[in-house]
DNA sequence: GCCTATTATGAGCAAAAGCTCACCCCCGGA
DNA sequence: TCCGGGGGTGAGCTTTTGCTCATAATAGGC
């Protein structure tokens, strides 16, 4: 399998040309989410977004560039989130805090579009590049919840705790949210947090009392 | 989307048909793992069983039974999983031992053939039935670790914290065990429980000063 | 050895999906 | 007004895949 071509043929010169393209990821979206990545054909996104799949495949080589579009977009979503959450809350300043954090952040970025992120983190085929992506993302944040428990936490084995942490962060919120059974989120949030919290701290409360 | 039929179009009366239906299934098993669900054709299968493809529709009505149909496996091999490890083991006796015993046979059971697994938990079609036998089977578990928190636990609402704990071990385990990265399952293990273990009991050894 | 139910075969059909390409539209600068 | 090129179109080609069915081989009771 050679690595299939994933980038934009052609970059759009003319506004109506980018005007298209949104079109296009928008009703991608929202076929994908509706009826999964198999059944959302490149017709079917066609027509949804009034475009004729000439056009669709003037812009995206191929379905899987589609949905690798799709997934960079909410990567960037992401970050954008965690950003305006810093505006108004600033920046953590407690391990707590910073957990806390963590977990809204993600839960809030899983709040638009379940359905479709679903889909793409459920069905989606896994293209090396998307892959390495996603597989950069985690690094980066298990860098960082290294970096936050690593003076503080009393856990034996820092790296491992930090692979749990946000791996537990990403997929039970995910789980949770996706799943059909009705959530309190704020409960849940409360709840993750006390375990992520518990587990990272029990160590140096249990020995000193302190918290930080 | 009218329900498929899943179910074996005919059961095998002499021992060379169930033969013939065994080595359908490993052969999927191992080609699913292979090359996943999508490209995984009916077939390559029947090619990779030594079978012609007439035999395999002979069995197996459509490629969506075969795959219900190991994952039916898979679920039993969970069964006996906790059998076996109570065998030795013996049944736990206290909170700690039990939410070992819920990590250890979950990773147990994830050991044999990651690869597949992975397939079928992200790659599968969620046909109803499918989906039918995994939520009962999930609520089951639920129910199993309400019961254990209910007496001991100091979490604010039971049936939230158990679903956090039942989907934290499954989800959890099977990222780590199926992920690129090297892993020591031991201190996996160990963490895993350690974070569980705290979260439910991280109350009952401080007075108070927690919300709720 | 004969006979019937069971099992096995595989060429090929029908449907579907991804994608191409030859052609047309229309914007904007000169 | 003219014209070049970016933008848009959609019938239909190609490939793939799930699956059928007419036919053949085999097992095992009599």
């Given amino acids: 399998m050679p690595g299939k071509q994933l980038q934009p043929r052609k970059e759009p010169r003319q506004i109506r040309g980018e005007l298209t393209r949104q079109r296009i990821l928008a009703a991608a979206a929202r076929v994908f989410a509706e009826m999964g990545y198999a059944a959302g054909t490149t017709n079917r996104i066609a027509e949804r977004a009034r475009v004729s799949i000439g056009s669709l495949y003037q812009y995206y080589p191929n379905k899987d560039a589609i949905l690798v579009a799709l997934a960079s977009r909410h990567l960037d979503a992401g970050a954008e989130t965690l950003r305006r959450h810093r505006e108004t809350a600033g920046p953590p300043d407690t391990l707590d805090a910073a957990l806390r954090e963590l977990v809204h952040v993600a839960i809030q970025n899983h709040l638009d579009d379940p359905q479709l992120f679903r889909v793409m983190a459920e069905q989606a085929p896994r293209s090396a590049e998307l892959l390495e992506q996603v597989a950069r993302y985690e690094e980066e944040r298990v860098a960082y919840v290294r970096g936050l428990l690593e003076p503080e936490a009393d856990v034996s084995n820092v790296d491992l705790a930090a692979r749990i942490v946000v791996n537990t962060v ?43």
């Fill in 170 to 212: 990403e997929l039970l919120v995910h789980k949770m949210i996706a799943g059909p059974e009705p959530l309190d989120l704020a409960a849940f949030e409360d709840e993750l947090v006390a375990m992520l919290t518990r587990y990272v701290t029990a160590g140096s409360e249990r020995s000193s009392g302190l918290r930080h």
